[in-house]
Protein backbone atom coordinates (compact mmCIF):
# COMPACT_ATOMS: atom_id res chain seq x y z
CA UNK A 1 0.00 0.00 0.00
CA UNK A 2 1.47 3.32 -0.98
CA UNK A 3 0.91 6.45 0.95
CA UNK A 4 -0.83 9.68 -0.88
CA UNK A 5 1.12 12.70 0.09
CA UNK A 6 -0.13 16.02 1.07
CA UNK A 7 0.21 19.05 -0.63
CA UNK A 8 1.29 22.07 0.90
CA UNK A 9 -2.59 23.18 2.00
CA UNK A 10 -3.04 19.57 3.04
CA UNK A 11 -5.04 18.93 -0.29
CA UNK A 12 -4.23 15.34 -2.30
CA UNK A 13 -6.61 16.52 -5.13
CA UNK A 14 -9.73 14.68 -4.19
CA UNK A 15 -7.54 11.69 -2.82
CA UNK A 16 -8.63 10.26 0.83
CA UNK A 17 -5.76 12.22 3.20
CA UNK A 18 -3.31 9.48 4.46
CA UNK A 19 0.11 9.83 6.77
CA UNK A 20 2.43 7.25 6.67
CA UNK A 21 2.70 5.37 9.86
CA UNK A 22 5.21 2.53 10.20
CA UNK A 23 5.27 1.15 6.76
CA UNK A 24 1.39 1.03 6.70
CA UNK A 25 -1.12 3.96 5.42
CA UNK A 26 -3.88 4.62 7.82
CA UNK A 27 -6.80 7.45 6.93
CA UNK A 28 -6.03 10.60 8.45
CA UNK A 29 -9.52 10.57 9.81
CA UNK A 30 -8.84 6.79 11.38
CA UNK A 31 -5.64 8.40 13.02
CA UNK A 32 -7.54 11.24 14.73
CA UNK A 33 -10.29 8.83 16.05
CA UNK A 34 -7.64 6.87 17.32
CA UNK A 35 -5.83 9.50 19.13
CA UNK A 36 -9.46 10.33 20.70
CA UNK A 37 -9.83 6.78 21.68
CA UNK A 38 -6.62 6.69 23.42
CA UNK A 39 -7.35 10.00 25.11
CA UNK A 40 -10.87 8.64 26.52
CA UNK A 41 -9.17 5.50 27.49
CA UNK A 42 -6.51 7.61 29.59
CA UNK A 43 -9.12 9.54 31.21
CA UNK A 44 -11.15 6.70 32.08
CA UNK A 45 -7.76 5.00 33.67
CA UNK A 46 -7.24 8.20 35.48
CA UNK A 47 -10.95 8.72 36.51
CA UNK A 48 -10.57 5.10 37.48
CA UNK A 49 -8.16 5.06 39.96
CA UNK A 50 -9.32 8.06 41.37
CA UNK A 51 -12.46 6.76 42.09
CA UNK A 52 -10.35 3.58 43.46
CA UNK A 53 -8.60 6.08 46.44
CA UNK A 54 -11.93 8.19 46.46
CA UNK A 55 -13.67 5.13 47.63
CA UNK A 56 -10.57 3.85 49.87
CA UNK A 57 -10.49 7.11 51.85
CA UNK A 58 -14.35 6.68 52.28
CA UNK A 59 -13.73 3.35 53.35
CA UNK A 60 -10.90 4.62 56.23
CA UNK A 61 -13.26 7.14 57.33
CA UNK A 62 -16.33 5.34 58.20
CA UNK A 63 -18.62 6.60 55.83
CA UNK A 64 -19.93 3.60 54.53
CA UNK A 65 -20.55 1.99 57.67
CA UNK A 66 -24.47 2.70 58.42
CA UNK A 67 -23.93 2.81 61.67
CA UNK A 68 -21.57 6.16 61.08
CA UNK A 69 -24.12 8.08 59.09
CA UNK A 70 -26.95 6.98 61.41
CA UNK A 71 -25.48 8.59 64.49
CA UNK A 72 -24.56 12.05 62.30
CA UNK A 73 -28.34 12.12 61.34
CA UNK A 74 -29.41 11.75 64.82
CA UNK A 75 -26.78 14.16 65.77
CA UNK A 76 -25.01 12.07 68.11
CA UNK A 77 -21.57 12.49 66.22
CA UNK A 78 -20.13 15.20 64.31
CA UNK A 79 -17.50 13.26 62.08
CA UNK A 80 -19.58 12.87 59.27
CA UNK A 81 -20.38 17.13 59.23
CA UNK A 82 -16.78 17.74 60.24
CA UNK A 83 -15.83 15.58 57.23
CA UNK A 84 -17.97 17.29 54.83
CA UNK A 85 -17.37 20.64 56.33
CA UNK A 86 -13.39 19.83 55.49
CA UNK A 87 -13.78 19.08 51.48
CA UNK A 88 -16.46 22.07 51.21
CA UNK A 89 -13.65 24.19 53.18
CA UNK A 90 -11.10 22.50 50.72
CA UNK A 91 -12.37 22.88 47.72
CA UNK A 92 -14.36 26.10 47.74
CA UNK A 93 -10.91 28.15 47.78
CA UNK A 94 -9.11 26.10 45.18
CA UNK A 95 -12.27 26.65 42.67
CA UNK A 96 -12.53 29.94 43.17
CA UNK A 97 -8.82 30.19 42.55
CA UNK A 98 -8.91 28.18 39.42
CA UNK A 99 -12.03 29.60 37.96
CA UNK A 100 -10.24 33.10 38.67
CA UNK A 101 -7.10 31.94 36.73
CA UNK A 102 -9.32 30.75 33.97
CA UNK A 103 -8.07 27.28 34.76
CA UNK A 104 -8.08 24.80 31.61
CA UNK A 105 -9.63 21.44 32.47
CA UNK A 106 -8.18 18.05 31.03
CA UNK A 107 -10.77 18.39 28.79
CA UNK A 108 -9.74 21.21 27.15
CA UNK A 109 -12.55 23.60 28.50
CA UNK A 110 -12.48 26.48 31.25
CA UNK A 111 -13.71 25.96 34.90
CA UNK A 112 -16.52 27.16 34.90
CA UNK A 113 -19.12 26.15 37.53
CA UNK A 114 -22.90 26.07 36.75
CA UNK A 115 -25.07 28.34 39.57
CA UNK A 116 -28.96 27.54 38.74
CA UNK A 117 -30.67 29.13 40.58
CA UNK A 118 -32.78 27.77 43.43
CA UNK A 119 -35.93 26.30 42.10
CA UNK A 120 -39.03 24.02 43.61
CA UNK A 121 -37.14 20.59 42.26
CA UNK A 122 -34.20 21.12 43.98
CA UNK A 123 -36.11 21.25 46.99
CA UNK A 124 -38.23 18.21 46.06
CA UNK A 125 -35.31 16.05 45.25
CA UNK A 126 -33.25 17.10 48.35
CA UNK A 127 -35.92 15.58 50.55
CA UNK A 128 -36.21 12.55 48.14
CA UNK A 129 -32.38 12.00 48.46
CA UNK A 130 -31.72 13.14 52.48
CA UNK A 131 -34.86 10.80 52.76
CA UNK A 132 -33.41 7.73 51.03
CA UNK A 133 -30.39 8.40 52.40
CA UNK A 134 -31.46 8.54 56.16
CA UNK A 135 -33.70 5.29 55.49
CA UNK A 136 -30.15 3.49 53.91
CA UNK A 137 -27.68 5.52 55.63
CA UNK A 138 -25.90 5.55 51.95
CA UNK A 139 -25.71 7.88 49.54
CA UNK A 140 -23.92 7.46 45.85
CA UNK A 141 -20.29 7.74 46.84
CA UNK A 142 -20.09 5.61 50.28
CA UNK A 143 -22.74 2.86 48.24
CA UNK A 144 -20.27 1.58 46.53
CA UNK A 145 -17.93 0.89 48.92
CA UNK A 146 -20.60 -0.28 51.25
CA UNK A 147 -20.93 -2.90 48.42
CA UNK A 148 -17.65 -3.99 47.90
CA UNK A 149 -17.27 -4.95 51.32
CA UNK A 150 -19.82 -7.40 51.28
CA UNK A 151 -22.84 -5.32 52.84
CA UNK A 152 -25.87 -6.69 51.00
CA UNK A 153 -27.53 -3.05 51.53
CA UNK A 154 -25.14 -1.58 49.18
CA UNK A 155 -26.61 -3.86 46.57
CA UNK A 156 -30.09 -2.58 46.82
CA UNK A 157 -29.27 1.50 47.59
CA UNK A 158 -27.18 0.67 44.08
CA UNK A 159 -30.58 -0.72 42.38
CA UNK A 160 -32.25 1.85 44.23
CA UNK A 161 -30.12 4.37 42.77
CA UNK A 162 -30.89 3.44 39.06
CA UNK A 163 -34.72 3.19 39.65
CA UNK A 164 -34.51 6.72 40.86
CA UNK A 165 -32.45 8.02 37.92
CA UNK A 166 -34.72 6.32 35.63
CA UNK A 167 -38.18 7.64 37.61
CA UNK A 168 -36.53 10.80 37.62
CA UNK A 169 -35.55 10.83 33.70
CA UNK A 170 -39.45 9.58 32.92
CA UNK A 171 -41.27 12.31 35.02
CA UNK A 172 -38.31 14.93 33.17
CA UNK A 173 -39.47 13.81 29.89
CA UNK A 174 -43.19 14.29 30.75
CA UNK A 175 -42.84 17.56 31.95
CA UNK A 176 -40.85 18.22 29.00
CA UNK A 177 -37.57 19.18 31.16
CA UNK A 178 -34.09 18.00 29.93
CA UNK A 179 -33.26 14.40 30.86
CA UNK A 180 -29.92 14.25 33.26
CA UNK A 181 -26.83 13.35 31.99
CA UNK A 182 -25.73 10.72 35.34
CA UNK A 183 -26.34 7.59 35.73
Known amino acids: MSAVLIGERGTTGGHQQREPVAGHSIPLRARRLIA ?3 AGAK ?4 GFALG ?4 VLLVLARVHEYE ?4 MLMLRDPYVFLLMGSA ?3 ALPLIWLLQRRRWNTPFGGTLEPERPTLERRHIAGSVVFGTGW ?5 CPGPVLAMTASGNLLG ?21 GLEESATC
Open 36 to 38: RAR
Open 43 to 46: ANRL
Open 52 to 55: LVFG
Open 68 to 71: TIHN
Open 88 to 90: VGT
Open 134 to 138: AITGA
Open 155 to 175: GVVVAGIFVGSLVRDWVAKRQ
